[in-house]
């Protein structure tokens, strides 16, 4: 490969929220170095498009006040269109936000009020639920179903009966979904959308992860599936995911309704902060450009790897443990309860094993989740390996 995906970046000490905080009240043994396999950032080194971009602006020995640049705004436009085959995105569609919850934020504030409920899928990733808790509005969950070959699926009638039954009016969906790792098709993407169309629900859909999609599979953009789908949703977008530029903090909605966008953009507005670091602007268009996305499609095929060896490691060894091999994103989730069951332990049990062996894993239930874990698997292979080991050997014992 041109880039290099097989050296860890070593963060231990340096500002790293995932090497350096464990989400257990347990530490490693003596002896274990820590392999954070919990917070979704990565392990690798970020790509050089990137890193040449904010060195180029960094010879520039000012950072006063600035507007978003035209390259800003026609590299998203041309991304979209590469990635997405998005046309007819325009700048005035694309609106920047401080990062994706905040943009969420800001939405649900704007379509919805205090203590008026919010329909999302469960499992359910942790961010939304902590947004909604915060704003005073009540998540009601529909849950994901597995089928016959244990894919995850959306229930379309339970869907619309909760809808009817707590008078819902706005609704979240993660597309692809994190954690379970789902890339929705078209027709699904569709009957929900025709389900929030006959209810008229405004649809936040969450979209960080549709960059970062296993081959076989292809990110419908939730606003591509219909006319009326494309008036009633906001898209939000980031790089970071993709490129592990969260400390850089920066996303972007793309609303094509006026009437969405215009509240949108006035919620978004009131706290005066929800202003673009010039640096992490410089980074997006790094990003993506043409050698941004050659690292980005080298990195899906590390992924995909990972993937796969994980996979196979854990129908192998971990007798009982069931899982979907996720079709997109760099999590895994892991349902533990059979396995717990028949072990006669607990998750937080099983989880202090994996953290006393030095494998820092993320519970799964905070995620509405049973007795499941997410694993982060943006890491180099011989770590991700190392990590299983240790697990094989201290944990699934």
């Not at 991304?79 to 998005?86: C, E, L, P, T, Y």
């Not at 920047?96 to 379509?111: K, M």
Request: net charge negative; charged share 25%; hydrophobic share 40%.
């Amino acid at each position: 490969m041109k880039y290099d995906f097989e050296t860890a970046v070593d963060r231990t000490g340096k500002d790293s929220l995932s090497a350096n905080s464990i989400p257990w009240e347990a530490v490693p043994d003596e002896g274990f170095s820590v392999i954070p396999m919990w917070c979704a950032d990565m392990s690798f080194p970020v790509s050089p498009a990137i890193m040449q971009s904010i060195k180029k602006r960094l010879e520039m020995p000012s950072f006063g006040y600035y507007n978003l640049s035209d390259e800003y705004y026609d590299s998203i436009i041309s991304w979209q269109s590469r990635r997405n085959g998005v046309s007819g995105l325009l700048p005035e569609h694309i609106g920047y936000e401080n990062g994706v919850l905040g943009g969420i934020s800001s939405a649900v504030q704007t379509f919805s009020a205090p203590g008026e409920k919010v329909l999302l899928h469960s499992p359910t990733y942790i961010g939304f639920t902590r947004v909604l808790n915060d704003l005073g509005r009540t998540a009601v969950h529909s849950e994901l179903k597995r089928d016959e070959n244990g894919v995850w699926r959306m229930d379309y009638d339970d869907m619309d009966r909760k809808i009817k039954e707590n008078h819902i009016h706005l609704a979240i969906l993660c597309s692809p979904h994190n954690p379970c790792g789902r890339v929705w098709e078209r027709e699904e993407l569709t009957k929900a959308m025709e389900v929030f169309a006959a209810n008229d629900c405004v649809v936040i859909s969450d979209e960080i992860w549709s960059d970062i999609i296993m081959p076989g599979n292809k990110h419908i953009p939730t606003q591509s599936v219909s006319d009326d789908a494309k008036m009633r949703t906001i898209a939000f977008y980031a790089p970071s995911k993709t490129f592990s530029l969260a400390g850089l903090v920066g996303s972007y909605h793309i609303i094509y309704s006026p009437y969405l966008r215009d509240r949108m953009n006035r919620q978004s507005e009131i706290c005066h902060y929800n202003k673009c670091n010039v640096l992490s602007m410089h980074a997006l268009i790094g990003a993506y450009g043409s050698d941004g996305e050659e690292w980005a499609n080298e990195m899906i095929k590390v992924i995909d790897e990972n993937f796969r060896f994980a996979c196979d490691f854990v129908s192998e060894n971990f007798s009982g443990v069931r899982f979907m091999r996720p079709q997109g994103t760099y999590m895994l989730f892991l349902d533990c309860s059979r396995w717990l069951q028949e072990h006669g332990l607990t998750l937080t049990e099983l989880g202090h094993r994996g953290v006393r062996a030095g494998v820092i894993w993320q519970n799964g239930e905070a995620f509405l989740g049973p007795e499941s874990i997410r694993m982060n698997l943006s890491l180099p292979k011989a770590l991700l390996s190392e990590a299983l080991e240790r697990l094989k050997k201290y944990a699934f014992i």
